[in-house]
């Protein structure tokens, strides 16, 4: 069975202060990793998606790896603005679009 | 481009009572998926649609949930009779047919009491 887990669930930083999210995942055949950012009372935005180990794709401060057991979402420099729930998912069956998701991790980004 | 739309934003109802909840997908999408997020969790899929037709409904609970897409366009979940744990968020997505990058609503908010 796919699964998704996230760490942590929740994290605090300062402005300025990088960390990284994880997503490790179980899943028999990948045919995708996504990355996605939730705002409270919002539907999940779209953030990567990374399809084989070794792919890492970058926008703005947020830059997600890829490798065969896991991912990460590194957040260089944070902002206040960055604070969401990120949200990452897999793709694994022959239906394309059924996403088993994880339960998020909550970033706070104090100023 | 106008995104997913979806109302009510906001439903509040007493266990054992009906409620549906819409969704009108971006233009052109042809699949629509319906997904399940209760409060602390990530989202899970209901029900995937490609154009008027199921394709995927098996963790949808038939006896108390239905949904349907009958022009291939808007679609609507119902909910007979709503238990406690069906408080949620239901979210409706849509995208190309055989594209994985999914465009989400903004969800509408269930409280069963």
């Known amino acids: 069975e796919d699964q998704v887990t996230q760490s942590p669930e929740a994290l605090r930083l300062q402005e300025g202060e990088s960390s990284s999210l994880n997503c490790s995942y179980t899943v028999s055949g990948l045919r995708g990793l996504f990355w996605y950012r939730q705002d409270p009372g919002k539907g999940p935005e779209f953030l990567f998606t990374l399809y084989s180990a070794g792919e890492e794709k970058e926008k703005e401060r947020l830059k997600a790896t890829l490798t065969k057991k896991e991912s990460f979402l590194h957040i260089t420099a944070p902002k206040p603005e960055d604070s969401a729930t990120y949200l990452c998912?897999?793709?694994?069956?022959?239906?394309?679009?059924?996403?088993?998701f994880g339960q998020g991790t909550t970033l706070q980004v104090k100023p | 481009e106008a995104g997913v739309a979806q109302s009510p934003r906001y439903k509040i109802i007493e266990k054992r009572q009906s409620v549906a909840f819409w969704c009108n997908p971006i233009s052109g999408h042809a699949t629509l998926y319906w997904y399940q997020q209760i409060l602390g969790q990530g989202p899970k899929l209901l029900i995937q649609?490609?154009?008027?037709?199921?394709?995927?409904d098996s963790q949808l609970p038939k006896d108390r949930f239905s949904a349907e897409r009958l022009k291939g366009v808007d679609s609507t979940l119902k909910i007979q009779p709503a238990k406690l744990e069906d408080s949620a968020v239901y979210l409706c997505?849509?995208?190309?047919?055989?594209?994985?990058?999914?465009?989400f609503g903004a969800g509408s908010r269930l409280t069963v009491l």
């Open positions: 649609f490609q154009n008027n037709g199921v394709v995927d």
């Open positions: 997505a849509s995208t190309t047919p055989g594209a994985n990058v999914l465009t």
């Open positions: 998912a897999v793709d694994g069956s022959s239906n394309t679009g059924k996403l088993i």
